[in-house]
């Protein structure tokens, strides 16, 4: 996410509508953006398996709930994330 928002929105200036939906061969940014996306797609798969299995001895059944808080939690954080 530091990477999507800090370094490619901030510093490059990067319109996402026009990065990530063009069709033109001339934007630097397309093919980097579209791998960067699928990426953090298989991190969300990646921690959606791994963290419950791990969290799973330390806290038994509570481990679901305090997933889907966190998880909550880090998504509505998103909105403070300024748009350019």
């Not at 990477?3 to 490059?12: G, K």
């Not at 791990?54 to 998504?75: D, H, K, Q, R, Y």
Request: proline fraction near 7%; charged fraction near 5%; hydrophobic fraction near 60%.
């Amino acid at each position: 996410m530091i990477y999507l928002i800090f370094w490619l929105a901030i510093v490059h200036n990067i319109q996402w509508e026009t990065a990530y939906n063009s069709r033109d061969a001339g934007n630097p940014h397309s093919k980097p953006v579209k791998r960067a996306i699928g990426l953090a797609a298989i991190c969300v798969v990646t921690s959606a398996v791994s963290f419950p299995i791990a969290l799973w001895p330390v806290w038994s059944w509570w481990t679901i709930p305090i997933l889907f808080v966190l998880s909550m939690m880090c998504l509505m954080m998103l909105h403070f994330v300024p748009s350019i």
